[in-house]
């Protein structure tokens, strides 16, 4: 008797936490994909906030599209006292609007290995965090670009002429 009481305690203080993870609410996600360098992380609120942001799983699985495009590797992951978790992988689809969904980093659910069509709402945010990773990239060479020339301009300035 003794037993069941404790592994009821212990399901009472675990149902709170498991039911937050399956509402969302990440960290942050990361992404990798055509156009990507490395790994890119994004924390925009509308591709974090909901375990539905890039599908509604729960409207159920489509057939796999014969060309779903470019598509993007996306860990979503939280950061757990200080330890970061992953909790699922998904590859996201914003040109043709779909969703496969790899599964659970520990675990699994019904949702596992089948596609789905995306949520349309998350393109937007989605494009806006690959545009500015993309600026982020140009910002050093054009760094570059000016410092040559300033330093060309500054040497012509300073050499004799002939």
């Given amino acids: 008797m003794k ?21 969302g609410d990440f960290t942050y996600i990361t992404v990798k994909g055509p156009g990507v360098t490395g790994e890119l992380t994004i924390s925009n609120p509308a591709l974090i906030q909901s375990f539905f942001a890039f599908a509604d799983f729960s409207k159920g699985a489509v057939d796999a599209p014969a060309e779903p495009g470019d598509g993007y590797q996306v860990l979503r992951a939280y950061v757990i006292d200080g330890k970061e978790q992953p909790f ?15 599964g659970l980093a520990e675990g699994s659910s019904e949702y596992d290995k089948k596609w789905y069509v995306a949520d349309p709402a998350a393109k937007a945010p989605f494009q806006t965090a690959l545009r500015r990773q993309a600026q982020l990239m140009w910002y050093p060479a054009i760094l570059i670009l000016v410092l040559l020339a300033v330093f060309y301009f500054a040497y012509r300035k300073k050499a004799p002429a002939a």
């Avoid at 037993?3 to 399956?22: H, K, T």
């Avoid at 699922?88 to 790899?102: C, H």
């Fill in 3 to 23: 037993r069941i009481v404790w592994i009821l305690a212990a399901a009472l203080v675990l149902i709170p936490s498991f039911s937050a993870f399956a509402k």
């Fill in 88 to 102: 699922d992988l998904l590859y996201y689809y914003p040109t043709t609007g779909y969703v496969y969904y790899e």
